[in-house]
């Protein structure tokens, strides 16, 4: 997506080999005009597929989603908590999901009320590196006996190996900003 793509180029940086920093406008000041035409994007990607819920964790996937969500016709959004909160009370669905960036195992968890058994669930995050955090999310919506439509992220890290096994899982994945590497701080990004 041209949009996404230029503001990474002017914004982002890279930290280290690994880690994309877009604070700026994705991660921590949030640009809300690109986050509207992201869920627009997203929304077109998988037409004719249209969700009954949008999923994805908290937190710096939720503006997305959100987005997402009401460019799908003004559908729920559903985010996985990470923490154990007197909010979520009853029965959870749970996935244990290891954290790239913060490099510890994250239990991730949604309300069993709230994912009906044939929902069509679109999955949306910021980020994809090595597809842990979908694949938890994945694991939320089968045990729900949903299904999942595809997973949609805004910057996928192509040098990593989340896009892979989530096509070998079966799952149609979108993504609207590819970055090839990171050199000496610098992105490289696909065209
Ligand atoms: P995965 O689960 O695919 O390994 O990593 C995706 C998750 O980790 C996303 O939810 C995202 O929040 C975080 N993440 C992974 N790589 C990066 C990165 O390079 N920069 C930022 N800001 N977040 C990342």
């Not at 937190?59 to 985010?79: Q, R, Y």
């Not at 090839?180 to 610098?186: D, F, L, Y």
């Amino acid at each position: 997506m041209k949009e996404l793509v230029e503001a990474i180029r002017a914004q982002g940086k890279g930290i280290g080999t690994d880690i994309v920093k877009v604070d700026m406008f994705l991660n921590h000041r949030l640009d809300t005009d690109l986050f509207v035409k992201m869920g627009q994007a997203f929304a077109d990607a998988f037409k004719p597929e249209t969700p009954d819920i949008v999923l994805t964790v908290e937190a710096s996937g939720i503006a997305a989603a959100l987005t997402t969500a009401m460019a799908c016709g003004n559908v729920p959004v559903i985010f996985a908590k990470k923490s154990r909160t007197r909010n979520v009370t009853g029965d959870v669905y749970e996935s244990t999901v290891f954290s790239f960036t913060h490099g510890v195992e994250n239990h991730i968890r949604v309300a069993k009320d709230y994912i009906p058994s044939g929902a069509r669930v679109l999955i949306i995050d910021d980020f994809l590196a090595n597809g842990e955090a979908a694949q938890g999310l994945c694991d939320i919506v089968r045990q729900a006996g949903a299904e999942v439509l595809g997973i949609g992220v805004c910057v996928e890290k192509t040098f990593q190996p989340g896009h892979q096994k989530l096509e070998d899982d079966g799952y149609k994945v979108v993504s609207l900003a590819k970055i090839k590497g990171i050199a000496n701080g610098q992105l490289i990004v696909d065209d």
